[in-house]
């Protein structure tokens, strides 16, 4: 919900060092990505972490954690006649 608050990224491993925010922007991020279908795909949990949270409320929001689950859920998603808005 664009009430929700985001987490600032930085480099470190330790997630409750991560500040929460609410900003305009973060608003602006949720409110137009969510009517989308997203991919998030990275080798590192963090970032996954941190994205689901900023894009939670999307209409469909998959992640995975390399190219090739990538390419699983895109053709898994083209077999059923629909696409990823985002990756």
């Given at each position: 919900?664009?009430?929700?608050?985001?987490?600032?990224v930085?480099?470190?491993k330790d997630l409750k060092k991560?500040?929460?925010?609410?900003?305009?922007?973060s608003q602006l991020i949720q409110s137009a990505l969510r009517d989308k279908c997203?991919?998030?795909?990275?080798?590192?949990p963090l970032i996954v972490r941190v994205l689901e949270k900023i894009l939670e409320g999307c209409r469909h929001l998959q992640t995975g954690s390399n190219g090739q689950?990538?390419?699983?859920?895109?053709?898994?998603?083209m077999k059923g006649g629909e696409e990823y808005d985002l990756i």
């Amino acid at each position: 919900s664009p009430d929700s608050p985001l987490y600032v990224v930085s480099h470190t491993k330790d997630l409750k060092k991560h500040k929460k925010i609410r900003t305009p922007t973060s608003q602006l991020i949720q409110s137009a990505l969510r009517d989308k279908c997203i991919l998030i795909v990275d080798d590192n949990p963090l970032i996954v972490r941190v994205l689901e949270k900023i894009l939670e409320g999307c209409r469909h929001l998959q992640t995975g954690s390399n190219g090739q689950e990538a390419l699983d859920h895109v053709t898994e998603r083209m077999k059923g006649g629909e696409e990823y808005d985002l990756i």
